[in-house]
């Protein structure tokens, strides 16, 4: 696979992870004052908003329910769907840091079933990786130590749901309509969680709650639109390393909106995840830049061959008249 497109894979991901970032503060600013299932609902809504940026001229909105790989569509919807209500619901019970370090073991889901079902060779640095992510979660939440909640659970089954997620984006990579590929992460969570909202279902109030509202669908569905297009262009491990950075976001947001300080422990679990995810990302920098210096060289040895064998072929043409 091109260095280049290797790298601007990952960049999107960067972005993406930035936006979930900050679409998660939005539902959290709601403060618990609308059901989760239907702040995920709203997500789904105003995450339309994205289709006609996305849509090409010859392409049909009707293309958003019918794709071509039905069974990648169902899976990433339901994924999709599963992820958005319950990491809602996490961020509603505990702080951005401490629900994010517990989704931060996506990677280490993604790498396992990226050998199991995609077959993608996965090196040892992105192993160690993986399990540094690992070890950090575990300082921060303690377990034994602290008590754990619903909100854990839920944060936990998230982190599952996205892997999934960006395994059924890796596995539906090859859909031609991107309508088709993106729309299942709007349709998810649409059908799935008006639902279960049915019952609990109550009008947004005042200006202040509908901001949130659409700042919380619109960039969750822009992350999920880069997501797509980062999963296109690298390999799943790679596309969820840069997760890590999600954290940076978590802790700033966290602090400024939410007044929430670190405590020790905490601050030493974020600090090894975020390592983790530094050390692979210099690693694949490495990497790329000799993947990157090797094709050159290649490039330069053909060049040089070609030359010395029109130098040759001259050499023989003139020397042909003479012998006759």
């Known amino acids: 696979m091109d260095p280049k ?5 990952m960049a999107l991901a960067f972005g993406a992870y930035a936006s979930f970032a900050i679409s998660d503060a939005f539902s959290k600013l709601l403060a618990g004052a609308l059901d989760p299932f239907e702040v995920a609902f709203s997500g789904g809504i105003f995450g339309c908003l ?8 010859h392409e049909s909105y009707l293309d958003v329910i019918r ?4 069974g990648m569509w169902i899976l990433r919807a339901t994924c ?11 961020f509603m019970l505990l702080s951005m840091p401490e629900a994010l370090s517990i989704m931060f073991l996506m990677p280490l889901f993604v790498t396992i079933l990226s050998v199991v079902l995609l077959k993608e060779k996965v090196t040892l640095w992105a192993w160690l990786a993986v399990v540094m992510g690992f070890v950090g979660v575990l300082i921060v939440l303690r377990p034994g130590v602290r008590p754990l909640n619903l909100g854990h659970l839920c944060a936990l089954l998230a982190a599952f749901a996205n892997a999934g997620s960006v395994i059924a984006y890796r596995l539906a990579s090859a859909e ?3 309508l088709s590929l993106f729309g299942s992460s709007l349709v998810g969570p ?7 909202m049915a019952l609990h279902a109550s009008w947004p109030h005042g200006v202040a709650e509908w901001g949130f509202l659409f700042g919380y669908g619109f960039l969750a569905a822009l992350g ?11 390999p799943a491990n790679r596309v969820a390393l840069p997760q890590y950075s999600q954290m940076v976001w978590g802790v700033v947001l966290s602090y400024i909106l939410f007044h929430e300080p670190l405590d020790g422990w905490t601050f030493v679990g974020i600090t090894v995840l975020t390592c983790s995810g530094m050390l692979n990302w ?4 490495i990497r790329y830049e000799r993947m990157a210096m090797k094709e050159r060289w290649e490039r330069q040895k053909a060049r040089r061959a070609a030359k010395n064998a029109a130098r040759l072929a001259e050499k023989k043409s003139r020397a042909a008249p003479s012998q006759s």
């Not at 497109?5 to 894979?9: A, D, H, R, V, Y």
């Not at 994205?50 to 001229?57: D, E, G, Q, V």
């Not at 599963?82 to 990491?87: G, K, L, N, P």
């Not at 999920?224 to 690298?234: N, V």
């Open 190 to 196: 649409i059908i799935g969680n008006g639902l279960l």
């Open 282 to 285: 210099v690693r694949q920098r």
């Open 67 to 70: 794709p071509q790989k039905k």
């Open 176 to 178: 031609s309509v991107r």
């Open 5 to 9: 497109t290797l790298f601007s894979g």
């Open 80 to 90: 999709v769907f599963v992820a958005t209500a319950a990491s809602v619901e996490a």
């Open 224 to 234: 999920q639109l880069m997501m797509m297009l980062a999963t296109a262009r690298a």
């Open 50 to 57: 994205i289709l006609p940026f996305l849509r090409k001229p």
